[in-house]
């Protein structure tokens, strides 16, 4: 089972350079992952407990993944990730069990990053616990808590955690001495597009008039996530067409194909 649902990384390839709009953010947890992991001792002569996690919170695809993953690059640690929705939905008593698990082996992999994604399935306000799924999941919560609140004697471990639905965590979860910082991940202004288009096309043969001001205007209101997919997508059209050299109206169309695409989602985004 550990396997299956804990996905294990030594040292991530994502770096900080890899990620656009998010300076702010990425200072956040640089101070509160990075400096504990690297600098325990400032802790110690200061005379405080560092910091045991942060909250990643904001829109899918804005880049919470890679900030976890980024930290762990630089820092040479293990990334341990594990997704809340892996945590539901098993035999009573499994998910408490794969949260000690989670936690052992980041123990065993010092120093390491924990990321658990979608945080929010295991640790959301319950309106009715009393059917046993919802007891369990409770359970389940129950041994993150303690995990969490043990963390002193963890050694060189950090935690990241991230959720798209932050009006819906326990409050418990938020108690101080668990997440020390909360940090707003936000879709990225015109600024931050213009950037996260720039890395996503460092390797691709551009025509010289793209103009990636224009497509950050454009897409008003992409994530990280929808502008890497139309630079992928603007390629794909330059290879249905023949040519090695991605335009800018190869880069017009993938905008509005996937703006297309979201709609007969119904999904708003783009
Ligand atoms: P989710 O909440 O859906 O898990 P997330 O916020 O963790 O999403 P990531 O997995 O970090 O999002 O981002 C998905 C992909 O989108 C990344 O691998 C990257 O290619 C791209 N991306 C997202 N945000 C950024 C960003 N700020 N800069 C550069 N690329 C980004």
Redesign the pocket.
């Known amino acids: 089972v550990r396997a299956r649902v804990m996905q294990v990384e030594h040292s991530p390839d ?1 770096t900080y350079a ?5 300076d702010e953010q990425m200072q956040e947890v640089r101070e509160t992952v990075e400096m504990p992991l690297e600098h325990p001792e400032m802790f110690e002569d200061v005379g405080i407990n560092p910091p045991s996690g942060v909250l ?1 919170y ?12 980024a930290v762990a690059n630089e820092t040479d640690a293990t990334f341990i990730k594990m997704a809340g929705s892996e945590l539901v939905h098993k035999f009573i008593g499994e998910g408490a069990k794969l949260v000690r698990d989670l936690f052992e082996v980041a123990r065993e992999n010092q120093p390491a990053v924990i990321f658990i ?2 945080i929010d399935a295991i640790a959301s306000k319950r309106t009715d616990s009393k059917t046993s799924g919802d007891a369990e999941v409770q359970r389940t919560m129950m041994q993150l808590l303690s995990e969490m609140d043990g963390f002193d004697e963890r050694g060189e471990i950090r935690l990241i955690a ?3 639905r932050f009006d819906m965590l326990d409050p418990a979860i938020l108690r101080p001495g668990r997440f020390d910082r909360l940090i707003e ?1 936000p879709k ?1 202004d015109s600024m ?1 597009r213009e ?2 288009f720039q ?2 096309t460092r390797r691709m043969n551009l025509a010289g008039e793209v103009d990636f001001t224009e497509l950050a205007e454009l897409a008003a209101d992409a ?3 929808d ?2 997919a139309i630079c992928t997508e603007a390629g794909m059209f330059a290879i249905r067409d023949d040519r090695t050299e991605v335009t800018m109206a190869d880069f017009l169309a993938a905008y509005e194909k996937l703006r297309q695409d979201a709609d007969t989602d119904a999904d708003d985004s783009l």
């Open positions: 994502v890899d990620i656009g709009g998010l990643l904001g829109p899918p695809g804005t880049g919470k993944t890679m900030l976890a993953k994604d979608e991230a959720t798209n991940v990225p931050g950037i996260i890395i996503h994530s990280g996530a502008v890497k």
